[in-house]
């Protein structure tokens, strides 16, 4: 675990949410994946780094994606949801998280 060259209370901000769906269970239960919502100018190495300090588990891998925000109509008025950046932890063999003990506050 190399959390030493980043800013502890960063790594604190840099996962949002974990996200919970049918897609993220199937990834967890086959590739022991698990999906974050992070904050949109996170890095590979921040999330990595955040998620061994805060779960205490090895992380093997870390993709990433944005998803771009839906145009919504309420009558003329066009609006935007905001952008949405996830990651894809892919933890190493013999690991797994549980966010019952991690120290989420």
Do not use: H
């Not at 998620?51 to 990433?64: A, C, I, N, R, Y």
Request: net charge positive.
């Amino acid at each position: 675990m190399n959390t030493q060259k980043f800013n502890q209370e960063r790594l604190m901000q840099v996962l949002k949410a974990p996200l919970i769906s049918e897609k993220a269970t199937y990834l967890a239960d086959k590739n022991s994946q698990i999906m974050f919502v992070v904050v949109p100018d996170a890095t590979k190495p921040e999330i990595k780094a955040a998620v061994e300090m805060l779960f205490k588990v090895d992380v093997k891998s870390v993709q990433v994606l944005t998803q771009k925000g839906k145009e919504k109509r309420t009558g003329r008025r066009v609006g935007r949801r905001s952008d949405v950046k996830k990651a894809f932890v892919c933890l190493k063999p013999g690991q797994e998280l549980n966010f019952a003990e991690g120290s989420v506050a």
